[in-house]
């Protein structure tokens, strides 16, 4: 499985970013896609997750009420509409899919994803 994200750039604090992940290649066993970012000097840190068979989700706090996570009909590409933007948002942005089935809560730690994109860097101005 790859993983291609994009939509990365520089925006204004309280502006709007949305990220795209394309998944290419055996994606069936891909139960689960989500975001997570690192910032310089910080650890990889879980963002928002999308669970592909019942379009469950689940948000970091820090982000809840401001970014969204969906993902389209055919469950091969995810989004993340990031909005009201803050300079703490400024990361990396990482793609994730995780193959492990799960039931109830969506898994958020790194471990638990074994895809991994490239990353695409946010860049939020003061």
């Known amino acids: 499985v790859q993983l291609q994200a994009s939509g990365g750039g520089l925006v204004q604090a309280g502006g709007s970013l949305r990220l795209s992940c394309v998944a290419s290649?055996?994606?069936?066993?891909?139960?689960?896609m989500a975001w997570f970012r690192q910032a310089p000097g910080k650890e990889r840190e879980f963002v928002a997750a999308l669970r592909r068979s019942d379009r469950s989700t689940r948000y970091a706090d820090s982000v809840k009420g401001r970014f969204t996570i969906s993902g389209d009909n055919a469950k091969t590409t995810v989004y993340l509409q990031m909005n009201s933007l803050k300079p703490e948002d400024t990361a990396l942005y990482y793609c994730?899919?995780?193959?492990?089935?799960?039931?109830?809560?969506?898994?958020?730690?790194?471990?638990?994803?074994?895809?991994w994109g490239q990353g695409t860097v946010v860049t939020v101005s003061s």
């Open positions: 290649g055996p994606t069936f066993n891909m139960y689960r």
């Open positions: 994730a899919g995780g193959s492990g089935i799960e039931f109830g809560v969506i898994p958020i730690g790194v471990l638990q994803y074994n895809y």
